[in-house]
């Protein structure tokens, strides 16, 4: 008896929030109901859910943008490490034949480099993405995967990422020498005989790299928010997350 009062109480939920026109009043009715079935006290409301996601949000997008910025953040990670453009891998394969290793392991630091500046820059794309998530997104994110807001961001995020973030790269790009680097190593190689000549675009290879790489780590946060209990740091992520 128990256990089918149990599935009509899960199945109430699933109906009510499942109904585009279902009031936020009618969800938390549902929800309420259900935890008073099953004996719980600390009922969980849609405004719990929307918050206890938003808190999750920021400490995954502060965890991942305080890694990735810091001095070796990208470079030493291999998960996110940015490594020689594949368009012109040819190009390194054939320097570091002809005894020009150094110079491109410099080329790869200071590419590392750049991202990890502007990975300082991402914070505020990311807080006004979580600033507009609504009822829908917070509850299609609970019931999703492990890695459903990382998907919100890379959807509501991306784009402005992308255009904010180029310039940001370009120029850091240009302060730690990286876009000299390989200019110089891609002119080095052009003078090789009978190579074909390669000039990739760099500016827009570190941007995506870069973003792509705070994507992994916010990825990895929500995992282990999901996963793991001691990694929820507030009462609502651990009441949310919880139940």
Same mark, same amino acid.
């Given at each position: 008896m128990f256990k089918n009062l149990i599935i009509l109480g899960l199945l109430s939920i699933t109906l009510i929030t499942g109904c585009k026109t279902s009031s936020t009043a009618q969800v938390d009715k549902a929800i309420k109901d259900f935890g008073s079935l099953l004996g719980g006290n600390d009922e969980l409301t849609?405004?719990?859910?929307?918050?206890?996601?938003?808190?999750?949000?920021?400490?995954g997008i502060g965890s991942a943008s305080d890694q990735a910025s810091m001095v070796d953040g990208y470079l030493k990670n291999n998960?996110?490490?940015?490594?020689?453009?594949?368009?012109?891998?040819?190009?390194?394969?054939?320097l570091r034949q002809i005894g020009l290793g150094p110079e491109v392991d410099k080329f790869i630091t200071s590419l590392n480099r750049g991202a990890e500046k =502007?990975?300082? +820059? $991402?914070?505020?794309?990311?807080?006004? #993405?979580? *600033?507009?998530?609504? &009822?829908?997104?917070?509850w299609g994110i609970l019931k999703g995967d492990e890695n459903s807001a990382t998907d919100y961001l890379k959807r509501t995020t991306s784009s402005s990422l992308t255009e904010k973030f180029q310039p940001i790269i370009s120029d850091a790009l240009e302060e730690v020498n990286a876009t000299k680097y390989y200019d110089d190593l891609v002119?080095?190689?052009?003078?090789?005989?009978?190579?074909?000549?390669?000039?990739?675009?760099?500016?827009?290879?570190?941007?995506?790299?870069?973003?792509?790489?705070?994507?992994?780590?916010? =990825?990895?946060? +929500? $995992?282990?928010?999901?996963?793991?209990? #001691?990694? *929820?740091?507030?009462? &609502?992520?651990?009441?949310?997350?919880?139940?």
């Amino acid at each position: 008896m128990f256990k089918n009062l149990i599935i009509l109480g899960l199945l109430s939920i699933t109906l009510i929030t499942g109904c585009k026109t279902s009031s936020t009043a009618q969800v938390d009715k549902a929800i309420k109901d259900f935890g008073s079935l099953l004996g719980g006290n600390d009922e969980l409301t849609t405004d719990d859910v929307a918050k206890g996601l938003k808190e999750a949000l920021m400490q995954g997008i502060g965890s991942a943008s305080d890694q990735a910025s810091m001095v070796d953040g990208y470079l030493k990670n291999n998960l996110i490490r940015i490594a020689f453009p594949p368009d012109a891998e040819k190009v390194e394969s054939r320097l570091r034949q002809i005894g020009l290793g150094p110079e491109v392991d410099k080329f790869i630091t200071s590419l590392n480099r750049g991202a990890e500046k =502007a990975a300082k +820059e $991402a914070k505020p794309i990311f807080l006004e #993405a979580i *600033r507009n998530l609504t &009822l829908e997104d917070a509850w299609g994110i609970l019931k999703g995967d492990e890695n459903s807001a990382t998907d919100y961001l890379k959807r509501t995020t991306s784009s402005s990422l992308t255009e904010k973030f180029q310039p940001i790269i370009s120029d850091a790009l240009e302060e730690v020498n990286a876009t000299k680097y390989y200019d110089d190593l891609v002119t080095s190689y052009n003078k090789i005989p009978f190579v074909s000549k390669v000039n990739p675009d760099l500016d827009q290879y570190a941007t995506e790299q870069a973003i792509d790489g705070l994507f992994v780590l916010i =990825a990895e946060e +929500e $995992a282990e928010i999901r996963r793991n209990p #001691a990694a *929820r740091t507030t009462r &609502l992520m651990q009441k949310v997350f919880g139940n």
